[in-house]
């Protein structure tokens, strides 16, 4: 198994983004966390490298990233007014790319912001 | 510190001093905040309702202008209540208010990892934070009618991208309903709440688990992600752009080209 340690990864658990934390990683899953918090590493343990869910999934059947790609272009462009909600949990340049594909389709764009 | 909240919770033994105000009365509070920082007049009887007395108010006037650097945080709780964003607005126009006296920020707790590099992405790219409408192909914004709740419980939208959350498990129900009733599409790194009502769901990397890239701190400081593990799943960022890609190349979009206007 490949080890791996990581310093001063980052957290994006919570709006805190701590950027000093020690990771230890057997390849698969993070085995170790330092200075995280309680949040922080229950975070960073609970994602691994595995495939655990299908890759996609269209009406609750497996499909193929593809064609869910496919499927998730006809609908935001067939919409009269489509929305793409969220962008909190996601990078900085994936939301560039959603405000992107919003000005494609002319949808409305929110985040958490506005709960 | 001083705490303001309508229960004393556990933060409340952090705090230096803690009022309890009734629920629903934020704006009441933060108004009355802003006339006795310009020293108005303010009659007692109308702090009562605020479930606070004059002296209190008074007293907490005082300390905002004599502090040498304050910040005003603020949480969901202001803007879930009566008043909503107007009650947001109250706040920040006080810490504005404010900077005649000393220097004073306000800054929004935050939930999510990158809920701020939200706001700052939208707000370089649209001028606007949140809530923002490219229907018209320019950008426009209003909370209340471009507000993710308002437009869900209004039945608005007629199509769904969540990225990066999960509504299905947070929302009111109204909201949810419209969200199974018309297609929604799901990118999250787990089946969630929201993946089991959408037509599409698709697993992408953990951000800054497997998927690199940039993030705000609540502070506005932005910090460079260090992924530690490799992901058998693409990114957000890669499965957003093919979808966009997937509609250009089929000549579709909302907007027009220029190979579509005609100049007679």
Known sequence: MELSVVQNAVCTFCGCVCDDIELHADGQRIVETKRACILGEAWFKHHTAERLYPAALIDGREASLEEAIACAAEILERADLPLIYGLSNITCEAQREAVWLAETVGAVIDSHTSL | ?264
Not at chain 2, 192 to 205: G, M, N, P, Q
Not at chain 2, 228 to 233: A, M, V
């Open chain 2, 1 to 264: 510190m001083v705490l303001v909240d309508i229960r004393e919770t556990p933060s409340a033994k952090a705090a230096d001093i803690f009022l309890q105000i009734r629920p629903g009365k934020d704006f009441e509070v933060l108004t009355i905040l802003r006339a006795l920082i310009k020293g108005q007049a303010v009659e007692a009887e109308a702090v009562r309702p605020t479930g606070l007395t004059l002296e209190q108010l008074q007293d907490l006037a005082q300390r905002l202008k004599k502090a040498r650097f304050g910040v005003l945080f603020f949480g969901m709780g202001l803007s879930m209540t009566r008043g909503k964003h107007m009650n947001s607005a109250a706040a920040l126009t006080l810490a504005a208010e404010l900077n005649a006296f000393t220097k004073f920020v306000a800054m929004p707790m935050r939930g999510h990892g990158n809920v701020t590099g939200a706001d700052v992405v939208l707000r370089y790219t649209t001028a606007y934070p949140f809530g923002v409408s490219l229907s018209r192909g320019y950008p426009r914004f209003n909370p209340g009618e471009f507000s993710t709740v308002d437009l869900l419980v209004r039945g608005d939208t007629d199509a769904t991208l969540v990225v990066g959350a999960d509504p299905g498990a947070t929302m009111p129900q109204p909201a949810i309903e419209h969200l199974r009733r018309t297609p929604t599409i799901v990118l999250d790194p787990k089946v969630t709440h929201t993946s089991r009502l959408a037509k599409v769901h698709i697993t992408t990397a953990a951000t800054g688990i497997s998927a690199p890239g940039t993030v705000y701190r609540m502070d506005e400081i932005p910090l460079p992600l260090r992924p530690i593990l490799h992901s058998p799943y693409p990114t957000d960022e890669h499965v957003i752009r093919s979808i966009r890609q997937t509609i250009q190349n089929r000549g579709g979009g909302f907007l027009p080209t220029p190979d579509h206007l005609q100049i007679a």
